[in-house]
């Protein structure tokens, strides 16, 4: 046992220790997680050094402390040791049992207030203390409810949307169907490729979005506009689902004539001999008009068709996103519309080859194929 020995010499109180325990009060005070003792252990170990309780109190510490706080645990100290110096475990009274915690748990994650009688979509602190009359005794008052939430790790969070409110009834198929040709896809390189296709639509006009800028409610970013009328550009690009290869069209407008030479362009990246899918969207005047249908099936393109209403189940979408972060959003071109179509058209071209930065925009590099919720 290290020798530890607090005594009163000369009307004066003073700590000694042996070297072993001083070393371990410094690693206490240097590296332990908890901070209470880092500071307990700074109070002990300046004492020993010759300080007094009282100075240290007032003055040794981060925070003033009262004297007799020190003394005490100079006094735990010297009796148990370090273990002295921890704080003892509270003892929580429960006041509602297992089983009802149990029942307020499962109620909130798969039933609703109108399972019990109230007319409410959702769960709220006074309906729970009327749905649950122990609740009512147990806790008078609306925060005692919301501590007790608290204790079962119950949350208020924001809501998500199941299967992203797609009326698709084959949401689901179609979903399993695009991760089994991505896997194929993967699996056989050299025989098949994946290719998500769609449009996007940038204008003259910045996007406003939130930068960096002086704090105060009456200080935002300035956006340029051009006294202009805001036009309109369209792309058409394909990203290489498994090597991040992208491939696109800009044009001022995207016809259905427009969309089967960017479908010629295709093929004719991956030759014939290869399996080519698409990853389309339901656009019905282009890409499911007949004549284009008539091209993909000579051109031996198989489309894979996203459910309706569900952009994120199209990879490219998130490139879409990540030009209009970087290029588009608050951009100072929109008096040179020739200069921002050549600004999008070199952030294009940086892709122009695979692309493990691509895959990681569009959420291809890891995890599952096609993240959506639900599914």
């Not at 000369?10 to 371990?24: C, D, N, T």
């Not at 005490?72 to 509602?96: D, H, I, M, N, T």
């Not at 399993?176 to 996007?200: K, N, P, T, W």
């Not at 935002?220 to 990203?239: C, D, E, F, L, W």
């Amino acid at each position: 046992m290290e020798a530890r020995t607090f005594f009163k010499e000369h009307g004066r109180w003073k700590l000694e220790i042996s070297p072993k325990e001083r070393a371990r009060l410094v690693g206490f005070q240097k590296r332990h997680r908890i901070p209470y003792l880092r500071e307990r252990a700074s109070a002990i170990r300046q004492v020993a050094d010759g300080k007094s309780p009282h100075w240290v109190a007032l003055h040794g510490l981060f925070q003033q402390r009262d004297p007799d706080t020190v003394y005490e645990w100079l006094q735990r100290y010297a009796r148990l040791g370090v273990s002295g110096v921890f704080q003892k475990p509270r003892v929580r009274v429960e006041r509602v049992s297992s089983s009802d915690r149990w029942t307020v748990y499962t109620a909130i994650h798969s039933k609703t207030p109108e399972d019990y009688g109230f007319q409410a979509g959702r769960w709220s602190l006074k309906v729970l203390k009327q749905a649950f009359a122990w609740l009512d005794k147990a806790y008078h008052s609306l925060s005692g409810v919301w501590y007790f939430l608290q204790r079962l790790r119950l949350r208020v969070k924001r809501g998500r949307t199941q299967n992203g409110q797609s009326p698709d009834l084959e949401f689901q198929r179609k979903i399993r169907r695009i991760r089994a040709v991505l896997g194929y896809c993967r699996r056989h390189q050299h025989r098949a490729v994946m290719v998500s296709v769609d449009e996007f639509s940038f204008h003259r006009q910045p996007l406003v979005s939130k930068a960096w800028w002086k704090m105060g409610r009456r200080y935002q970013p300035p956006v340029k506009r051009a006294r202009k009328s805001n036009t309109r550009g369209r792309i058409v690009g394909a990203v290489n689902c498994v090597t991040g290869t992208v491939t696109y069209t800009m044009a001022s407008k995207m016809t259905m004539v427009a969309f089967c030479t960017f479908l010629r362009k295709i093929r004719a990246q991956y030759p014939t001999p290869m399996k080519l899918y698409l990853v389309l969207d339901n656009w019905p005047s282009v890409h499911k008009h007949p004549t284009v249908l008539a091209l993909m099936e000579e051109l031996e393109i198989l489309p894979v068709w996203t459910p309706t209403y569900t952009p994120e189940a199209n990879p490219i979408e998130r490139l879409w996103w990540q030009l209009s972060e970087d290029v588009l959003a608050h951009h100072r071109y929109s008096d040179a519309w020739a200069t921002l179509k050549a600004r999008i058209v070199s952030w294009l071209d940086r892709f122009g080859t695979p692309s493990e930065m691509v895959l990681r925009l569009v959420g291809l590099l890891r995890g599952k194929a096609i993240p959506i919720t639900g599914v």
